[in-house]
């Protein structure tokens, strides 16, 4: 029997708003997808691990595609491409209402979290939340998920843990959860969820 369901934020609850970024600075700037991706993602993640500054990681992805714009005006235009996924928050309400557990278990910067939560409201939606930047760890390390199955107050085999990445469901699986590759929308997470029972 399921008894908590442990979600990722950006690409889950949350739509892939870095992707909508970086196809914008590819539209707006002429810089290829590809090349604005892979830069922002070799400087994000000592970023959202809270190794370097919110300052330093843009100075560093901006320098490295050769891009002189306000990195504060950036910051802003890149948040504003989140929001929720159709049908997330309906069916994440249905799931608390029939008693599950919900964790939140995102790789997210301590300087972006506040601004979306507070947007959006989203601790409102799960019973404890657990972010990469506050706790200085992050996916796929094995210890965030340790966390995050104390947090779900269930054993492994009575969570679900979703995300939109393959490779962050692996330390999920092998802590013994069941898990969702989140790659399509709401509606496929559902029917995935129904198949362990839980809606």
Same mark, same amino acid.
């Not at 870095?18 to 700037?29: D, T």
């Not at 506040?114 to 210890?143: C, M, Q, R």
């Given at each position: 029997?399921?008894? &908590? ?9 949350? +739509?892939?708003?870095?992707? #909508?970024?970086?196809?914008?600075? $590819?539209? $707006? ?7 604005? /991706? ?6 994000? =993640? ?5 190794? @370097? ?11 490295? @595609? #050769?891009? !002189? ?13 989140? *929001? ?8 994440? =309400? !249905?799931?608390?209402? #029939? ?10 910067? /301590? ?11 989203? *601790?409102?939606?799960?019973? !404890? ?8 760890? +992050? #996916? ?7 966390? &995050?199955? *104390?947090?779900?107050? &269930? ?28 790659? !399509? ?6 029917? *995935? ?7």
């Amino acid at each position: 029997m399921i008894k &908590a369901v442990i979600s990722d934020l950006g690409g889950v609850f949350l +739509n892939r708003g870095i992707w #909508k970024f970086w196809y914008y600075v $590819e539209k $707006e700037y002429g810089i290829s997808f590809e090349k604005v /991706k892979s830069s922002f993602l070799r400087h994000y =993640k000592p970023y959202f691990s809270g190794e @370097i500054s919110e300052e330093d990681f843009w100075n560093r992805f901006l320098n490295e @595609i #050769k891009l !002189k714009e306000d990195w504060l005006e950036l910051r802003s235009i890149l948040l504003d491409f989140f *929001e929720p996924n159709n049908g997330i928050i309906e069916l994440y =309400k !249905k799931l608390r209402g #029939k008693g599950i557990r919900l964790v939140l278990l995102s790789d997210q910067t /301590k300087e972006w979290w506040p601004f979306l939560d507070n947007k959006y409201e989203i *601790e409102s939606y799960f019973d !404890k939340t657990i972010v990469s930047a506050l706790i200085g760890v +992050n #996916k796929p390390d094995p210890k965030i998920y340790q966390l &995050a199955l *104390e947090a779900s107050e &269930a054993k492994p085999e009575e969570c679900v843990f979703i995300d939109d990445l393959k490779h962050n469901l692996k330390p999920a699986e092998r802590l013994g959860m069941k898990t969702v590759f989140y790659y !399509k929308d709401t509606e496929q997470l559902k029917k *995935e969820l129904a198949s362990f029972g839980v809606i």
